[in-house]
């Protein structure tokens, strides 16, 4: 078992930044991948950004690369998004999710590959 709580939400204007964190307990985390996913209103979930188990891999969808940045604490069991230059159409709530590894690959994009969810954090982006 996993338990993910996001954190660090919020509104924020056009070209500023925000920085989620994503706890973690129970299983060890330094043992799994990490992601993050968003999903805009009336739109489905999609990926953001992906990061190994020791955080020397990273991922990122093409629409925040070089605005995003994911990394990862694993002595302190949180996983980061640093979040510059924002956009309107960054509106979304954000959601970090573990891949225990069964059935996955690196980079995994696939929302049906991650095993555990945190609630999600509302990210709004005003122009």
């Known amino acids: 078992q996993v338990q993910l709580v996001e954190s660090g939400g919020g509104l924020v204007q056009a070209g500023g930044s925000l920085r989620l964190s994503c706890a973690a307990s129970?299983?060890?985390?330094?043992?799994?991948?990490m992601g993050w996913f968003r999903q805009a209103p009336g739109k489905e979930r999609e990926f953001v950004a992906a990061?190994?188990?020791?955080?020397?891999?990273?991922y990122y969808a093409r629409s925040v690369k070089g605005r995003f940045t994911i990394s990862r604490d694993n002595a302190k069991n949180t996983v980061y998004l640093q979040m510059n230059s924002l956009k309107p159409e960054d509106t979304a709530v954000y959601y970090c999710?573990?891949?225990?590894?069964?059935?996955?690959?690196?980079?995994?994009?696939?929302?049906?590959?991650?095993?555990?969810w945190g609630q999600g954090t509302q990210v709004t982006v005003s122009s």
């Open positions: 999710a573990a891949d225990l590894g069964s059935g996955s690959r690196w980079p995994e994009t696939r929302i049906l590959s991650y095993d555990y």
């Open positions: 129970g299983r060890t985390f330094s043992s799994y991948d």
């Open positions: 990061i190994n188990w020791s955080g020397d891999s990273t």
